[in-house]
Structures are given as C-alpha cells and as structure tokens.
C-alpha cells in the first residue's frame, strides 16, 4: 500500500495532505492510497481524509497532539511495518522533516527528500529536488523495496475530494516514550490567509518601487482581492518584505487558482515557485519582460497608475 500521513491544524487537514493524496493517486503504485490521521481529537480531521483515499487508518490519543519526533517517527514505521506499505507520502513541512529521517532509519529504507516530482518508472521512484541554494535540480532514483519520501508543499496539485467515502480503520500503537515536550504554544495573528494556502495571491517585485508602495499597491489589492502577499526575492533582499513571503525557488510554492504579479520580471527562479498557478495576470511595463511568457493575462503599463485604479473600481469608488 501507499501509506500517506495526513497533516493537519485546528480540525482541519492541511493543503499539503492534498497535495500528498494527488501524489499517492497519480503515481500508479500498486495497493490501496492509504491516509494515516495521527492526534488527539481527530475524528472531524478523519471524515475529511475519507473523501481523499481507499482507505483511512487513524490513531486518536492525547499522547499524539504534539509532534515528538520520537513518538510520530515511531508511530508512522510501525503501521509502515504492520501494513506492509512500500512507499511512504510525508509533507516536507517543519514538522515532517522532523520526523521523516526516523521513519526512514526504522524500516531500513532510502528517503527521498523534499522532492518536488515524483513517477514510477518500472517500479522505481524517480524524483527531483533543488539543491545547493536551489541552483540545481538533482534527479534521484530509490529502488529499494520500501522508500519513504518527503514532498515540498506546493509542488503538487491539491487532489479533490471524491464523493464516495473510504472506510476508517483504529489502530493500535506501542507508543515510544517522547523525550520532548512542548510546553505552550502563542497563536500569532493575522488577518490575512496564508500565502500557501491561499487561493489568490498578490506579488510584488522590484518594480512596485519601494516599501510603502509595496504596502499601498500590493497589500491594498490583496485585501481588496481577500488574497495573501508574496514577495520576489529582489523585495526581500531589500528589506521590504518578510524571508516569510518570498516565492520561488529559495522560497515559497504556491499553487493558487489566480497569482497577480506586479513589477515582477518573471526570473526562472520565480517562476518556479508560482508557473503552476491555474491563472497567471502580470502588469509590467516592459512588454518584453519574461513575465508575459507564462502569464495568461498581461497588462503593459506602470503598476503606480494601474493598481490603484484596480483597487478604486474594486471598493466601487471609480
Ligand atoms: C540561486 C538563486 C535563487 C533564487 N531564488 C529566487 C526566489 O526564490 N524567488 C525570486 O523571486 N527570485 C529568486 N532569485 C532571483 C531571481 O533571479 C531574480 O533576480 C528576481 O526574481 C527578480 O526579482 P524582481 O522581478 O522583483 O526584480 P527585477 O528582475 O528587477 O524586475 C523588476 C520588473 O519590474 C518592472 N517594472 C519596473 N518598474 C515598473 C513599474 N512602475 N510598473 C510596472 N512594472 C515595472 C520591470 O520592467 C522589471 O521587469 C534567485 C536567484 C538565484 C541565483
């Protein structure tokens, strides 16, 4: 079987847990696609993981809440073991690279790590990854008979939840003891949808011009739009943005349904990290630029007059 371990928040899966599932069902491996749902409180988290494989597996302790690496690590190998599972789907989030090396060492199996492809060829996995500060795509081949993989969220599309509803199995786990604790936890807040989950996004590059009208152009349509902010990386090396917003290949994956991109040249190196958006509008004033390439609708003209007038006739005040 494939074995697929769902992340989730708050009662709800994660983007990357959909992404996980798309991967798991185009891969064409034998045996069921399999949904792990590990935690406290999980049942609501469980129906939702129904709608997205064959088959949901589901552990539902207080001692699951929080990501001891030892405990999840584990966990995952034991049900890998148990369900004779061959290949093994874990989001290359914080956590999961956390505990993904754990599961890897206990079943005696290659990781593949933080892989942004991902194909079967003759019962081989091949996939590719960026390394060395992403200046380097390296394609990697495991042929072992169990192979556990990291995938970087956004790389895959998001699968859509079926209408029919998989059966959920409990199981039961001789728990390692954790050697962490986690010992509170400070919500931060923000208005505003994350930037991989969101599905619009608003993007401003170097040619928005300066910080504050980054704040007025980008971050005024964004909220126009009820969409998150990203950044290219000549914004944050400048100190306009967050590291946190920077799309591309050292940055962020995004997959969103519309990605506006203003004064952003359109650098492979961005392009990698949103070309998958579903719908692709640029406003730059060179009609030459790279951009245009991949954009599905282009507008030619200065972002400092354009924006502004979008923002107007979106608040109705045109
Ligand atoms: C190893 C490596 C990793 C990298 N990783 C990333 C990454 O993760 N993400 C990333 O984004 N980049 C990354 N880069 C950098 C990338 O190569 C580009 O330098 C960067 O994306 C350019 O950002 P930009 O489009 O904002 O700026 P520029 O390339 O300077 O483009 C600015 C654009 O704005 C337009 N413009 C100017 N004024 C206006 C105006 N008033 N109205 C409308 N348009 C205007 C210009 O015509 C131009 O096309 C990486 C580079 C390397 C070498």
Not at 32 to 53: C, D, K, Y
Not at 64 to 92: C, M, N, S, Y
Request: charged share 20%; aromatic share 4%.
């Amino acid at each position: 079987m494939i074995l697929v371990v769902a992340e989730h928040a708050e009662g709800k899966l994660s983007k990357s847990t959909y992404e996980l599932a798309e991967a798991a069902c185009t891969l064409g491996r034998e045996g069921p696609v399999t949904l792990l749902v590990l935690g406290s409180g999980v049942a609501t988290v469980a129906a939702e993981a129904a709608r997205l494989a064959d088959q949901v597996l589901v552990a539902d302790l207080p001692a699951l809440e929080h990501h001891d690496p030892t405990v999840w690590g584990g966990a995952v190998a034991q049900i890998a073991a148990e369900g004779e599972a061959h290949t093994i789907l874990i989001a290359a989030t914080r956590t999961g690279r956390e505990w993904s090396p754990r599961v890897a060492v206990k079943l005696e199996a290659p990781l593949l790590e933080d892989v942004v492809s991902l194909e079967d060829v003759g019962g081989a996995l091949r996939a590719s990854r960026y390394t060395f500060l992403s200046r380097v795509t390296e394609r990697m081949e495991a042929a072992g008979p169990v192979v556990v993989v990291t995938i970087k969220p956004g790389a895959f599309a998001a699968k859509a939840p079926s209408a029919e509803v998989a059966e959920q199995f409990d199981v039961e786990l001789n728990l390692a003891t954790p050697l962490l604790r986690v010992t509170g936890r400070t919500l931060e807040k923000t208005e505003r949808v994350s930037l991989t989950d969101a599905e619009i996004v608003v993007a401003g590059g170097r040619g928005v011009g300066s910080q504050e009208a980054f704040t007025k152009l980008v971050e005024g349509l964004a909220d126009e739009l009820g969409a998150a902010v990203g950044a290219t990386r000549a914004v944050v090396d400048a100190g306009w943005r967050p590291y946190s917003e920077q799309v591309g290949q050292t940055g962020k994956t995004v997959q969103p349904k519309v990605y506006v991109a203003l004064g952003i040249s359109g650098a492979v190196q961005h392009i990698s990290g949103m070309g998958k958006s579903q719908v692709i509008v640029a406003i730059n004033r060179d009609a030459d630029a790279p951009i245009f390439r991949d954009a599905d609708y282009g507008i030619v003209g200065d972002v400092k007059q354009i924006v502004p007038a979008l923002i107007r006739q979106l608040k109705g005040t045109a």
